[in-house]
């Protein structure tokens, strides 16, 4: 099944943006307009399609930079839904009080009232939408049952008109999340060989099945792949130090790149730049390290000669 068919957009490359610098992170401080704009620019000559994963201040501005400098990129945005349960699960703790997720259900709401009302207010620029992403899967410390999954869909779908979708770890799809296939407009999913402590030689491969398992369970609904992608550091912790480096993220860059336009596959790469507030404090974990530019919108090799669009 095509995308672009199912969409309604033309075939392209696209990339999940977040544009949070050196002292900056959700909640606290946001990119400012000129600053998303010079990211923009740099996103538009690789990328057609950008993905946002939050209802928030940043997005807005995403959305402002794009319609006020007429730029040529498409947006997929999401709601970040926090947890409605507690996971004793989650290796990073993911355990909750009452009054705690009481709160996360009111702010789950809010978003996705603020994803319908973003929606409507861009329709030539938003043309798809997602009610959550990574809420689902076993190790998650936002879990969400899949219930309640299943009625942001309902509610965002009753007043929008884009497709609509929720983006996870290609697992769940495989049994957990079968209640809302028939629900979402089209599945979304994520691959990271890498955390699998796959190797470069292996990883495009594993990329491949993974997508396979889902597409071939569910053939008759289009699969997107939401995030797949190489980091370039790690200090050992879930990823061997060995198995990521510039070059690998170039090879797996370049192969993913060339399959899914081959194969007309919709593939969100993770991510355009560097994101040093997250994880912990060590500088070499690797949550911080999957941009394809660095933190100073440096390109990194894979980058490098620029491969336009």
């Known amino acids: 099944m095509k995308y672009n068919e199912v969409l309604s957009i033309p075939l392209g490359l696209a990339v999940c943006y977040s544009g949070y610098r050196e002292g900056q992170k959700p909640g606290d401080s946001y990119p400012s307009y000129e600053q998303v704009k010079e990211d923009l620019l740099i996103v538009q000559k690789q990328w057609k399609y950008i993905r946002l994963y939050s209802c928030d201040q940043h997005s807005n501005t995403v959305l402002e930079v794009i319609q006020n400098e007429k730029l040529n990129l498409r947006v ?87 497709p609509v979708t929720f983006c996870e770890n290609y697992v769940p799809w495989l049994d957990k999340l079968e209640p809302l296939v028939d629900i979402i407009d089209f599945i979304s999913i994520h691959t990271y060989p890498v955390w699998e402590y796959k190797t470069i030689d292996q990883g495009m491969q594993y990329t491949i099945q993974n997508y396979n398992a889902v597409a071939n369970k569910y053939p008759n609904k289009l699969v997107v792949i939401t995030e797949a992608g190489w980091a370039t550091r790690s200090n050992g912790l879930g990823i061997p130090t060995e198995n990521v480096n510039p070059e690998t993220q170039k090879i797996y860059y370049r192969a993913l790149n060339n399959w899914s336009k081959s194969d007309s596959i919709l593939t969100f790469v993770f991510e355009a730049f560097d994101e040093p507030w997250k994880g912990s404090e060590d500088p070499n974990e690797p949550e911080k390290h999957w941009g394809l530019f660095t933190v100073d919108r440096k390109p990194k090799l894979a980058m490098m000669p620029v491969s336009y669009k």
């Open 76 to 162: 997929m945005l999401g709601a970040f839904i926090e947890a409605e349960v507690s996971n004793p699960n989650c290796p990073w703790g993911g355990s909750y009080n009452n009054l705690q997720l009481a709160q996360n259900i009111e702010n789950n709401l809010f978003q996705m009232n603020k994803l319908i009302e973003l929606a409507n207010e861009y329709p030539n620029i938003i043309f798809s939408l997602s009610v959550g992403n990574e809420a689902c899967v076993d190790w998650t410390d936002h879990l969400v049952p899949v219930e309640s999954v299943i009625k942001y869909v309902e509610m965002v779908k009753s007043s929008t008109s884009q």
